[in-house]
């Protein structure tokens, strides 16, 4: 059980770096103007997402102990691997939420502090 929680925290870290990045950039490609806009809104989305990572662990194991009191999951066999998969599913999507909305909030600072073309 510990090492489906080490492991799928590990992975679920790992993938929310890579998808918060891309998203980063997809909100900076599409909603700034300027690169001093860029970096504010990716050092707020940064910051939120990085903040993300620790509630992420514990969303991700109460709600994995829950699901396996719920339905009497067997802790033998493979399921540490789909338990581990599980934990770094809800890893990625708490990061990833907690990232979108550091980057909006980035988008609408950024715009009020570096003011660029209207438009």
Same mark, same amino acid.
Do not use: C, N
């Given at each position: 059980?510990?090492?489906?929680?080490?492991?799928?925290?590990?992975?679920?870290?790992?993938?929310?770096?890579?998808?918060?990045?891309?998203?980063?950039?997809?909100?900076?490609?599409?909603?700034?103007?300027?690169?001093?806009?860029?970096? =504010?809104?990716?050092? /707020? @989305?940064? $910051? +939120? %997402?990085? &903040?993300?990572?620790?509630?992420?662990?514990?969303?991700?194991?109460?709600?994995?102990?829950?699901?396996?009191?719920?339905?009497?999951?067997?802790?033998?066999?493979?399921?540490?691997?789909?338990?581990?998969?599980?934990?770094?599913?809800?890893?990625?999507?708490?990061?990833? =939420?907690?990232?979108? /909305? @550091?980057? $909006? +909030? %980035?988008? &609408?600072?950024?715009?009020?502090?570096?003011?660029?073309?209207?438009?």
């Amino acid at each position: 059980m510990l090492a489906a929680i080490i492991l799928g925290y590990f992975l679920g870290t790992a993938a929310a770096w890579y998808l918060a990045k891309k998203l980063l950039e997809l909100f900076a490609d599409r909603y700034t103007h300027s690169p001093a806009q860029r970096r =504010f809104m990716k050092v /707020m @989305g940064g $910051v +939120l %997402g990085a &903040i993300a990572l620790a509630p992420a662990i514990f969303i991700s194991v109460f709600f994995s102990g829950y699901l396996e009191r719920e339905f009497a999951l067997p802790v033998s066999g493979a399921y540490w691997v789909l338990h581990a998969l599980g934990l770094a599913l809800l890893t990625v999507l708490t990061v990833l =939420f907690a990232t979108g /909305m @550091g980057a $909006v +909030l %980035g988008v &609408i600072g950024a715009r009020s502090l570096y003011p660029g073309r209207r438009g």
